[in-house]
């Protein structure tokens, strides 16, 4: 089945504790992103990868780190949480060409 | 920042009823996609319109595109109550004509249908 897998569903951590949420695709896909969805913000980009080793930045870029050492996986690391990274984070993938993204669950990260 | 936004933020109707929500961006776009999203959890793909397509049907959905306005509507027809939800438009920007591979999102339209 193809799907997006990102994990753990559910975190709560401290501040400065470093961290590492993780997405995986089955489906041989090009592009995979980063997304943070928060009230009244809408979801807002925060890194993307065009291919392997390729990354850029997206509009809330700060505070987090990517990697894309191969292509289905692309980890997100928080190095030091914040409060204000508390949100929900979502993994999109799409192959090339005219295609909508696929999606992951969802990542409901609470940072005290 | 938003590239679209969506009108209106929040519908109500009753189930057989159509559904619209609209759209608006700013910059040039390679394509215009439709998502869904049940409260909290992912988003679902529902359609995708390119810049040189005016019109696109799938199913029960219609969707317009109007690139000298910049704007696109969704239409739900013979709405269920299934079809209660979060609906985002986001645009795929482009550089001479190749997509960036960025998707920006508009604030969503919350629709509610009524059994």
């Known amino acids: 089945e193809a799907q997006v897998t990102q994990n753990p569903r559910y975190l709560i951590t401290v501040t400065g504790k470093k961290l590492t949420v993780t997405c995986s695709q089955n489906?041989?896909?090009?592009?995979m992103s980063w997304y943070r969805q928060d009230p009244g913000l809408g979801l807002r980009q925060i890194y993307y990868?065009?291919?392997?080793?390729?990354?850029d930045k997206g509009d809330v870029p700060e505070g987090y780190k990517v990697s894309r050492k191969e292509k289905r996986n692309f980890p997100l690391i928080l190095e030091s949480p914040s409060p204000n990274q508390t949100s929900l984070y979502f993994c999109?993938?799409?192959?090339?060409?005219?295609?909508?993204?696929?999606f992951g669950s969802g990542t409901r990260l609470t940072v005290v | 920042s938003q590239q679209g936004e969506e009108d209106p933020q929040a519908l109500s109707i009753q189930e057989g009823e159509n559904a619209t929500m609209n759209c608006s961006y700013k910059?040039?776009?390679?394509?215009l996609q439709w998502y869904r999203q049940n409260s909290g959890r992912g988003l679902v793909h529902l359609i995708l319109?390119?810049?040189?397509?005016r019109e696109k049907h799938s199913g029960r959905l219609r969707v317009t595109l109007d690139t000298s306005k910049k704007s696109s509507s969704l239409l739900i027809t013979a709405s269920r109550a299934a079809d209660t939800a979060s609906y985002f438009c986001?645009?795929?920007?482009?550089?001479?004509?190749?997509?960036?591979?960025?998707?920006?999102f508009g604030q969503g339209t919350i629709l509610t249908v009524h059994p």
């Open positions: 999109a993938t799409r192959n090339t060409g005219f295609y909508g993204y696929t």
């Open positions: 489906m041989n896909h090009e592009y």
């Open positions: 990868s065009m291919n392997v080793e390729v990354t």
């Open positions: 910059t040039s776009i390679n394509n």
């Open positions: 319109i390119r810049s040189n397509e």
């Open positions: 986001a645009t795929d920007a482009t550089a001479g004509g190749t997509s960036y591979g960025k998707l920006t």
